[in-house]
């Protein structure tokens, strides 16, 4: 099957993604030297044939310094399955998406908005029933990702996105507008309609590469319009250049009851020379990220600058998943040739951890060339750098960055963000050489939450929104200039009699205190959720999201568009008068489970060999009936089968498991008189681990680099590179290999999930711990969320952290189909407890009914990556008898939890006492639910012996799983002969 990835670089492309450049003709060609966003990509993994883009509507409005576009785009699925699409775009500093809406019946319906992880407990959930959910999510990084279900079936599907954006002025006084209309892929049609408010034709620059796109008067505005088909990619460059206004604006808004407004305030710069430094200092961010970076932006910013220097002393610090020595450097006459060499031959590699930042002593300044995004570690950049004592200048040269952090660093040391994307190196190079104005305070008399977009005027002007309690006010502005004096000035606010109530300035005081709010999201995720659900804004902590009927939005009780609301109303009241009041505490049904699961483990199994069952008819796929249908769900059973119940399928051949041994990896964890575990190593049949595997240790560094270009979005690659780093004690190499996981699409938590896993399994736990911290914030719906951050505590030595996550495993109600994961945590929970030792842990707020170990001979535990997903576990005893999940309990007792059809497991094997011989463990890849599937599943066991007993020995293993009905043997239990004891 084909697996294509559609790049689009169009929709929010260009003029949404960058919004200046220095003046120009109409005659010219675009400035090939202004920083263009990443292409949006949508992924559809399981098409076989691409979805197409039928047709592009684009209507856009521009008023002063602001413009709101609306883009409608028209899918056409020619595959004869329905699919899910994902679109991901980032957004460049000043622009937001403000609404979306999807076509339900015919019809826009416009996106409410949600809390962030209820938006995607919700999508997913309503996707599993085959409906029509789309939900639009925003991550660090100002990077977008709209998700849709379905993509009908040889039909289309029509999305409306609206982006509002702030334009930059220029130099020469124009501000500049790049329309989204430059295609990675063809548009079999295309609409563009561009208004500019107050401004004639005649005073605005047109440059497009057609030349049917017109230009004309029409009331007191202008239009430009284009109207095309079959638009190729790279053919849709249309840019404007409108003049900016001179004076103040003022713009008024009424929202709740309150009224609020957005000034633009011009400023004369009276800027004086920074002296010159006799040391700096450059931050280098290596991560596999800074390689998306401008890097001939950035040399060219310090080219000038050190020219500009003539003689100073530079300390080199290059920055990853862990920070490198650093280097000196002396440069004498601006000559800095030994330094760019070192820095173009950087290799970007590994993740981004803001604790190796800290800055040395002994520098005057300091540049820090990253995009900010931290994804490794448990610091922030701005707890790092925040304090430092030193001007710390942001420069930024990629289109996804984490701009307000990077400002809250710079501005508090008297520094500034230099923005590449905005900026030219002239421009920077002021910046970077001259000590500018900058805004100490704003007030006045009955205004209230004042925000300004920056301490500095930006392109000449302040920007500044607030709330006012009065319909009229003066606003005071109070700035220090270079030379240390105060100067102000006042601009009067007066809410017209006839105000047109446009949602401008509402949308400008929400933006800003957003910008202002992310500077310190993590502290901030309160404040940053409820102005997300007061002004309908997707942020880090909401989302957008469209449902098919009024009877969703009522299931999940999410308030819908004004045209439901009256039938949502009523509906919801129907719904909470029917509500039953006796429903059963969740710790009363694990109690009732927890009971059945003492009564087995209490029960003495029989240790001989089973007489042989009489045959069972099977069907084709080998199974016995009841186990062949997957829906029908399999009793569990709680006493010793009788052999003659037990299917003929149920027993395996000796004589297989005696051949299988010999795969497995000699040696074994254990005592000469306990169960030892022998892991199958597993390998990956790809061309680049063989090359891997073949390379001396000198060489394997320099050959996954070579390799890495082709595999630069593929988890497997830095999954099997790093394992094989790891195996040859090459352990900080494997670490920063396995680090890449975190910079690979963000937020994706199946990713951010395999890599603590891996980590883990490298005795790395304290470094899975803040993953798995970032999984939590993003799935806190999943119970596996809170069971592996219990885990990875507990191996880190923190028992008490590591019971409190697991106890809300076992206490909180969950989905149907996380099917017994509050036994297999409670079971996990009271190993803990029972292995503490001394330390006193505090279960106060754990019901003591469920506080009773259970201690395990061998005990296995799959988990797998990939949400909608049915792995399957077995294990075949001595007796030739298999457990899975048509034949739960065997003759002898070992346990296997319910089947877990629609998640990521776990699934788990027990068996108290294990008689002696040799145990297989294997697993199946049976099916999936999951469109945007691709590629292997990865799936990680657990394989325990004496559980939650002082000498536990635990090993880890992680395989792939290529294809549906692929089985792999994990490994085996070895249990030596021994004397029976009623208790393990």
């Not at 988990?863 to 001595?878: E, F, G, K, Q, R």
């Amino acid at each position: 099957m084909t697996q294509p990835t559609v790049r689009l670089s169009m929709l929010l492309l260009a003029g949404l993604f960058s919004s200046q450049l220095a003046a120009q003709t109409n005659t010219l060609p675009p400035d090939t030297n202004r920083i263009l966003p990443v292409p949006p990509v949508l992924r559809i993994p399981e098409a076989k044939i691409p979805v197409r883009l039928e047709q592009v509507s684009l209507k856009t409005q521009i008023s002063g310094s602001q413009a709101r576009s609306v883009i409608e785009l028209s899918f056409y699925n020619p595959n004869e399955r329905a699919l899910e699409g994902q679109l991901e775009f980032p957004l460049a500093h000043g622009q937001s998406v403000s609404g979306f809406a999807l076509d339900i019946d015919g019809k826009l319906r416009q996106a409410v908005v949600v809390e962030k992880d209820r938006g995607q407990q919700v999508f997913e959930d309503i996707s599993r029933t085959r409906v029509d959910p789309a939900l639009l999510e925003v991550t660090r990084g100002n990077q977008y990702r709209l998700r849709i279900y379905p993509l009908p079936a040889k039909g289309k599907r029509t999305v409306q996105l609206q982006i509002d954006q702030t334009l930059i002025a220029n130099q020469t006084g124009q501000y500049l507008f790049r329309a989204p209309l430059q295609f990675g892929m063809l548009a079999g049609k295309l609409d563009a309609r561009i208004q500019i408010e107050g401004i004639g034709a005649r005073q605005i620059q047109l440059r497009s590469v057609q030349n049917d796109v017109h230009k004309l008067d029409e009331n007191s505005q202008s239009v430009i319009s284009w109207q095309a088909k079959d638009v190729h990619p790279q053919a849709g460059l249309l840019e404007l250049l409108v003049p900016a206004k001179t004076e103040p604006t003022t713009s008024y808004a009424s929202f709740n009851n309150q009224h609020y407004f957005y000034a633009e305030v011009p400023v004369t710069a009276m800027n004086s020379p920074r002296p010159a430094p006799k040391k700096i200092l450059i931050l280098w961010d290596a991560s596999g990220s800074g390689a998306q970076r401008q890097h001939e932006k950035e040399f060219a910013l310090l080219d000038q600058y050190l020219r500009k220097l003539g003689d100073v002393d530079v300390e080199l610090k290059l920055v990853r998943e862990q920070a490198e020595n650093t280097v000196q450097f002396k440069v004498r006459g601006g000559q800095w040739d030994s330094m760019r060499s070192t820095l173009q031959q950087v290799v970007y590699d590994g993740a981004s951890n803001a604790a190796a930042y800290a800055i040395p002593p002994g520098n005057q300044l300091a540049l820090l060339f990253s995009d900010g995004i931290m994804n490794w570690g448990k610091d922030s950049l701005l707890k790092v750098l925040g304090s430092a004592r030193i001007p710390v200048y942001s420069i930024v040269a990629s289109p996804a960055s984490d701009l307000p952090a990077l400002r809250a660093i710079s501005e508090s040391g008297g520094a500034q963000v230099l923005d590449l994307q905005q900026q030219d190196t002239q421009q920077a190079l002021r910046a970077l050489t001259s000590q500018a104005l900058h805004l100490l305070q704003v007030k006045g008399n009955a205004v209230t939450q004042i925000v300004s977009a920056s301490v500095y005027p930006q392109q000449g002007r302040w920007r500044i929104a607030g709330i006012l309690s009065s319909a009229q006010s003066d606003l005071q502005l109070e700035w220090q200039q270079a030379d240390g004096q105060r100067r102000s000035s006042s601009l009067k606010l007066a809410i017209p009699a006839k105000n047109e109530n446009s949602d401008l300035a509402v949308r400008r005081w929400a933006e800003l205190r957003l910008a202002q709010l992310m500077q310190d999201s993590e502290t901030q995720r309160g404040a940053i959720r409820r102005l997300g659900q007061q002004f309908n804004l997707p942020t880090t902590e909401t989302s957008l999201i469209v449902l098919d009927t009024v009877a969703d939005y009522v299931r999940f009780e999410i308030t819908p568009p004004d045209e439901l609301r009256a039938s949502y109303d009523k509906l919801l009241a129907q719904k909470v008068a029917t509500q039953t009041k006796d429903q059963i505490n969740q710790l009363d049904k694990v109690r009732e489970r927890f009971e059945k699961k003492v009564a087995w483990w209490e029960k003495d199994f029989p240790k001989d060999t089973p007489a042989l069952p009489k045959p069972v008819p099977v069907s084709a796929t080998g199974m016995a009936p009841a186990a062949a249908e997957r829906s029908i769900a399999m009793p569990r059973v709680l006493s010793a089968p009788a052999p003659a119940a037990v299917a003929m399928n149920s027993f395996a051949v000796a004589d297989e498991s005696k051949a299988a041994a010999k795969s497995l990896t000699p040696g074994a964890t254990g005592s000469v008189n306990s169960p030892s575990i022998q892991l199958k190593k597993w390998e990956p049949d790809a061309a680049y681990y063989r090359r891997l595997q073949a390379a001396s240790a000198n060489d394997m560094y320099r050959i996954y680099l070579d390799e890495k270009p082709s595999y630069q979005n593929s988890s497997a690659f830095f999954l099997d590179a790093a394992d094989l780093f790891l195996e040859r004690g090459q352990t900080n190499l494997g670490l920063r290999i396995l680090s890449n996981l975190a910079e690979m699409q963000m937020e994706n938590r199946q990713i951010l999930r395999l890599l603590a896993y891996r980590l883990v399994q490298a005795k790395r736990p304290e470094l899975a711990v803040p993953v798995l911290q970032t999984v939590l914030r993003l799935s806190p719906n999943e119970p596996q969320s809170y069971r592996d951050l219990g885990l990875a505590l507990a191996a880190a030595g923190q028992p008490q952290a590591a019971i409190d996550q697991l106890w809300q495993v076992v206490s909180r109600p969950w989905h149907d189909r996380f099917a017994d994961i509050e036994l297999i945590a409670l079971a996990e929970l009271n190993a803990i407890l029972a292995q503490a030792g001394n330390q006193q842990l505090d279960i106060s707020r754990m019901d003591k009914r469920l506080l009773r170990n259970l201690p395990l001979d061998i005990r296995a535990v799959l988990s797998w990556d990939a949400d909608n997903t049915d792995i399957d576990l077995w294990v075949t005893d001595p007796n030739g008898e298999k457990t899975y999940y048509g034949h739960p309990l065997s003759y002898q007792g070992g346990s296997l939890s319910r089947d877990f059809t629609g998640g990521y497991g776990p699934e788990e094997f027990s068996l108290k006492i294990a008689k002696p011989g040799t145990y297989r463990v294997e697993t199946q890849f049976f099916g999936h639910n999951q469109q945007l599937i691709a590629g292997a599943i990865t799936l990680m066991l657990r394989l325990s012996t004496k559980f939650g007993q002082a000498d536990q020995q635990d090993q880890y293993i992680t395989v792939r799983l290529d294809k549906q009905k692929d089985k792999v043997l994990i490994g085996e239990f070895v249990v030596p002969e021994r004397t029976f004891s009623a208790n393990p």
